[in-house]
């Protein structure tokens, strides 16, 4: 007898929520299935987030079968932010095989008559979408895990392309101080993805947990606790490629920003 468990990984720019999508259906399996071993799908991608830019016709991303030993199929798909299914972005090949230990590509490709309808003066947010499938087992009582990744998505106009790497708009990031509860406010057109808020570098604030993405021209209220006698907040946020950035705000009674970022 063989299972099949699909198991759904968000790489969220560091924060990588795992969790199980037919949990009751699998309890009930474990209950009366013994499984021998274990077949895992081991398809990975070379980033964790994707940005296309509206200039540009599309934009790659590399798969890997991680597998050594056999090959993977790989299912990809685009959906909006609330996870629907969405004709604006295409993904070409949608299915394919990759061999083992092997990389291949898929293409996210925008169907202007669609993308030109988006919002111009802001990003949009979608979900790129990748299972990985394993090759059928032979032997009986093998527990299959079909692995999803979700990477987030950004569609960013032409008309807010940023100049050059060291175009860091995130830097104009307030947070708005009222007693000990801090909101977070973009008066950027660009998503800000906050990973981390601190007084130190190395000392989170009570209560912030999680990642939190900042809509442009938008704010957010956090469950962080920021001491009324902080005078700074170390701020970190996720860039274009990846990577952490961490800055050194500077408080006073209203809000925290920092110097040279923020408009007065």
């Given at each position: 007898?063989t299972?099949?468990?699909?198991?759904?990984?968000?790489?969220?720019?560091?924060?990588?929520?795992?969790?199980?999508?037919?949990?009751?259906?699998?309890?009930?399996?474990?209950?009366?299935?013994?499984?021998?071993?274990?077949?895992?799908?081991?398809?990975?991608?070379?980033?964790?987030?994707?940005?296309?830019?509206?200039?540009?016709?599309?934009?790659?991303?590399?798969?890997?079968?991680?597998?050594?030993?056999?090959?993977?199929?790989?299912?990809?798909?685009?959906?909006?932010?609330?996870?629907?299914?969405?004709?604006?972005?295409?993904?070409?090949?949608?299915?394919?095989?990759?061999?083992?230990?092997?990389?291949?590509?898929?293409?996210?490709?925008?169907?202007?008559?669609?993308?030109?309808?988006?919002?111009?003066?802001?990003?949009?947010?979608?979900?790129?979408?990748?299972?990985?499938?394993?090759?059928?087992?032979?032997?009986?009582?093998?527990?299959?895990?079909?692995?999803?990744?979700?990477?987030?998505?950004?569609?960013?106009?032409?008309?807010?392309?940023?100049?050059?790497?060291?175009?860091?708009?995130?830097?104009?990031?307030?947070?708005?101080?009222?007693?000990?509860?801090?909101?977070?406010?973009?008066?950027?057109?660009?998503?800000?993805?906050?990973?981390?808020?601190?007084?130190?570098?190395?000392?989170?604030l009570?209560g912030?947990?999680?990642?939190?993405?900042?809509?442009?021209?938008?704010?957010?209220?956090?469950?962080?606790g920021?001491?009324?006698?902080?005078?700074?907040?170390?701020v970190?946020?996720?860039?274009?490629y990846?990577?952490?950035?961490?800055?050194?705000?500077?408080?006073?009674?209203?809000?925290?920003?920092?110097?040279?970022?923020?408009?007065?």
């Amino acid at each position: 007898m063989t299972g099949q468990i699909n198991i759904q990984r968000t790489d969220d720019d560091g924060e990588r929520a795992v969790k199980n999508s037919r949990l009751t259906g699998v309890v009930m399996f474990m209950l009366t299935v013994t499984w021998s071993q274990c077949g895992q799908a081991a398809v990975s991608l070379d980033r964790t987030r994707i940005i296309l830019d509206g200039k540009d016709k599309s934009v790659s991303v590399t798969l890997s079968n991680d597998d050594r030993h056999a090959p993977n199929l790989a299912q990809s798909w685009v959906t909006d932010a609330d996870g629907n299914k969405t004709s604006a972005l295409l993904v070409l090949p949608p299915l394919q095989r990759i061999d083992a230990g092997q990389k291949s590509q898929v293409r996210i490709t925008q169907v202007r008559s669609l993308t030109d309808h988006l919002p111009q003066d802001r990003e949009t947010l979608f979900w790129f979408n990748v299972r990985g499938i394993p090759p059928k087992p032979d032997e009986a009582n093998v527990l299959q895990l079909a692995m999803q990744s979700r990477l987030k998505l950004f569609y960013r106009p032409a008309s807010i392309m940023k100049k050059d790497s060291s175009d860091r708009p995130e830097r104009r990031l307030v947070a708005e101080r009222e007693g000990e509860h801090l909101t977070l406010k973009n008066p950027t057109p660009y998503y800000i993805t906050v990973v981390w808020l601190g007084t130190q570098s190395s000392q989170r604030l009570n209560g912030f947990r999680d990642a939190v993405m900042v809509p442009p021209f938008g704010s957010l209220p956090v469950k962080a606790g920021l001491p009324v006698k902080a005078v700074q907040l170390w701020v970190g946020y996720v860039d274009d490629y990846g990577g952490l950035q961490m800055n050194r705000y500077t408080c006073d009674t209203r809000r925290c920003v920092l110097k040279g970022g923020a408009p007065s």
